[in-house]
């Protein structure tokens, strides 16, 4: 175990690439050391780890940054659509609402049809006429709000049991924020463009 030329009243080595154990008696606390660097510690409250400025473990919790990112990763549904014509009515989903659990990204957002196909009459209908689908939120407090953080155009026939993706906007969505879902009609509301199936919604969110 290394001791520093000040004594037990320096809370850091001597050495500038001091590499080891150290007895760091100004916070009574054992902590350990790689070239300079100190790595985490030992004291009567458990084992912390650190890169020197970001927290990995605390008193034996680990902390977010000690997550690999497919950890903080998690997947939700956010619920159900019923079918929607390219003319219907834009609505906000009343069976998809999500309360974010704590500060996230929304990385990535996919529909399902679940019991018919998306159909379209061809790109130069479905391109004047067709069904954006958005998850919305408020990413400067809690609620709902009018911040898009994923949307999808639906421009072509997709089938049954098929999924599209969703693009997203690398938004923090802050803990208590409401996700919610709506769609609408873009361009000339006519019946002859998008129609949009009944889907399932859900979401990829990392914690952050």
């Not at 009609?185 to 998008?194: E, F, K, P, Q």
Request: charged letters at 10%.
């Amino acid at each position: 175990m290394a001791k520093s030329a000040k004594g037990r009243n320096s809370a850091t080595p001597q050495s500038p690439t001091f590499s080891g154990w150290y007895n760091d008696g100004v916070n009574n606390r054992l902590s350990y050391w790689y070239n300079g660097t100190k790595v985490g510690h030992l004291d009567a409250s458990g084992m912390s780890i650190t890169d020197g400025s970001t927290a990995r473990m605390t008193n034996g919790v680990l902390q977010l940054a000690g997550l690999s990112s497919s950890l903080r990763t998690q997947v939700v549904r956010l619920g159900t659509v019923a079918a929607v014509a390219s003319n219907g009515a834009g609505a906000l989903v009343s069976d998809m609402q999500w309360v974010a659990p704590a500060n996230c990204l929304i990385v990535s957002a996919w529909a399902m049809n679940i019991s018919a196909s998306d159909v379209t009459t061809g790109t130069a209908t479905s391109s004047a006429s067709y069904r954006r689908f958005q998850l919305i939120t408020n990413t400067a407090g809690t609620g709902s709000g009018t911040d898009i953080v994923a949307s999808l155009n639906a421009t072509a026939s997709l089938a049954s049991l098929a999924s599209r993706a969703f693009t997203t906007v690398a938004s923090t969505v802050p803990a208590g924020a409401i996700v919610i879902g709506s769609h609408l009609t873009v361009g000339a509301n006519t019946a002859d463009g998008t129609d949009m199936a009944a889907r399932i919604v859900e979401i990829a969110y990392q914690l952050v």
